[in-house]
Nanobody, 113 residues
Framework: VQLVESGGGLVQPGGSLRLSCATS????????MTWYRQPPGKEREFVAR????????KYADSVKGRFGISRDNARSTVYLQLNSLKPEDTGLYYC???????WGQGTQVTVSS
């Protein structure tokens, strides 16, 4: 099982990024996928989750209305669209999922002017 995040970077407040998590080694369409983040000096926290067939979504209150999670089962990839970014969105963003709830290595998002 592999989960590989990409798409992070440095962005100004109010900007946007699109994160990707490419997976392999399991039947992607069978599993819900989740994004987490770890701000500097803080605990890892839940960001967003997407279910399987119905693609129902759930978001942390802090990102609701600004972030969007989606999935492409044909590409075994889950995405996180980050809009209206704030400095407090800075952190290492991880995806998680699969039969053993594995983690990716993370991608860094830094929001700063």
């Amino acid at each position: 099982v592999q989960l590989v995040e990409s798409g992070g970077g440095l962005v100004q407040p109010g900007g946007s990024l699109r994160l990707s998590c490419a997976t392999s080694g399991f039947t992607f369409s069978n599993y819900a996928m989740t994004w987490y983040r770890q701000p500097p000096g803080k605990e890892r926290e839940f960001v967003a989750r997407i279910s399987t067939i119905t693609s129902m979504t759930k978001y942390a209150d802090s990102v609701k209305g600004r972030f969007g999670i989606s999935r492409d089962n044909a590409r075994s990839t889950v995405y996180l669209q980050l809009n209206s970014l704030k400095p407090e969105d800075t952190g290492l963003y991880y995806c998680r999922g699969g039969p053993d709830d594995d983690w990716g290595q993370g991608t860094q998002v830094t929001v700063s002017s």
